[in-house]
């Protein structure tokens, strides 16, 4: 889960980039596909959790 704070950092790194402001929600929803495809390139299994575990 990512912090309201890390959104708000996501907002303004996909303005700064794209020069379009996202919602919180849309944010949000950009991010974790973000991580999603990183855990993806890195090899992770697409359900690995933080302590391990696949889901």
Known sequence: MLTQKAIEEFQEIYL???????????????AH????????ALGYPIHYTEDGKDE
């Open 16 to 30: 700064q980039t794209y020069g379009k402001e996202l919602s919180f929600d849309e944010a949000t929803a950009q």
């Open 33 to 40: 596909q973000l991580i999603r495809f990183c855990k993806f």
